[in-house]
């Protein structure tokens, strides 16, 4: 099966390492650029930098060695990943194209499966997901993900021909939940950073990861995810890694805010844009998630880090 890997940012990157130990593989950067200097140097040493290349990594920017592959991993941010479909959707009709991010689109609300369902209708769709950092999928560390796929024998084939020595996925038909797992955990890591970053400690940010996978399982008993889903991989194993590791990048943002620092601007951030899209999908069906409100709040500069936790300590009392 020809792969390639659409998106050379960090993660797209040490996907494209890991899985050519299983044969050649695409990996195509946007700009042409960046791909002749990966190429040259056999380093991405923009994003994943001291990580080298093999030689059966083929870097272009060029779409057609993209097009040409059976398989496409989207190793593109989840809020550019619709239009991007859009605008190559009768190049990738009726390939098997597998989500590698993370997020709820802004616009329609949909994860990268729903999106891909919208765009590409005749493609299978898959997630790729679960507790990953690219570093560790680069260095050939053991790594476990969800591979979600409604079609059996689909999801089966591309678990086959995904899985590495180091790289192991386990299959799953609820492509709803594990949506929702990888993109409601970054909002979590944003609010365990500030936690961290305003200094209100360990115990803290035990709560909020306690609370905030409770409104995980909230919103995904609404929108029909199977509760095994998000207390596995793809769930509570995803929020665990990423509320806890300095190596997350939502986690960092959080940080900074919490402790009043500049964030790069140029580092992309899911879990911000994927917090507003939860607090709407929230009020479309009526839930109360109150660690996603107020995380949107915080991204977009409405409140600060001391508003927000008075905004959660007065909360009602209840029983848990």
């Not at 940012?9 to 299983?22: C, K, R």
């Not at 990966?38 to 779409?63: C, F, G, Q, W, Y």
């Not at 709803?176 to 970053?197: D, P, R």
């Not at 029909?224 to 997350?248: K, R, Y």
Request: hydrophobic content about 45%; charged content about 20%.
């Amino acid at each position: 099966m020809k792969i390639a890997v659409a998106g050379a940012g960090a993660f797209g990157t040490g996907l494209a390492i890991s899985l050519a130990a299983n044969g050649p593989v695409t990996l195509w950067a946007r700009n042409s650029d960046v791909a002749t200097e990966m190429a040259k140097s056999r380093e991405n040493k923009a994003r994943l930098p001291t990580h080298k290349i093999p030689r059966d990594v083929l870097i272009s920017s060029d779409l057609k060695d993209v097009f040409g592959a059976e398989t496409v991993l989207l190793a593109i941010p989840a809020q550019k990943l619709g239009a991007w479909l859009a605008e190559h959707a009768q190049h990738l009709a009726g390939k098997r194209l597998v989500a590698c991010c993370k997020g709820i689109d802004q616009t329609t609300l949909r994860g990268p499966v729903a999106q891909i369902e919208a765009h590409v209708p005749d493609a299978i769709g898959a997630m790729l997901t679960g507790p990953s950092f690219a570093a560790d999928i680069a260095n050939h560390l053991p790594t476990a993900l969800t591979l979600a796929c409604k079609n059996g024998d689909e999801g089966a084939y591309l678990q086959a021909c995904l899985s590495t020595p180091t790289l192991r996925l386990y299959l799953s038909h609820d492509v709803i939940g594990a949506e929702l797992g990888g993109a409601l955990k970054n909002v979590i890591a944003i609010a365990c950073g500030v936690c961290m970053g305003a200094g209100f400690g360990e115990s803290a940010r035990a709560a909020v990861i306690t609370r905030g996978f409770a409104e995980m399982r909230r919103i995904g008993g609404a929108l029909g995810a199977d509760p095994e889903t998000l207390t596995g991989l793809s769930g509570f194993g995803d929020l665990a890694l990423t509320c806890t590791s300095d190596a997350s990048r939502n986690y960092r943002f959080g940080l900074a805010i919490g402790a009043a620092r500049d964030f790069d601007p140029n580092t992309t951030v899911e879990g911000a844009a994927t917090a507003i899209s939860v607090t709407n999908l929230a009020k479309h069906h009526d839930l109360d998630l109150p660690i996603c409100r107020v995380v949107a709040d915080l991204s977009s500069g409405k409140i600060d880090p001391e508003t927000a936790l008075a905004t959660l300590l007065s909360r009602p009392l209840r029983k848990e």
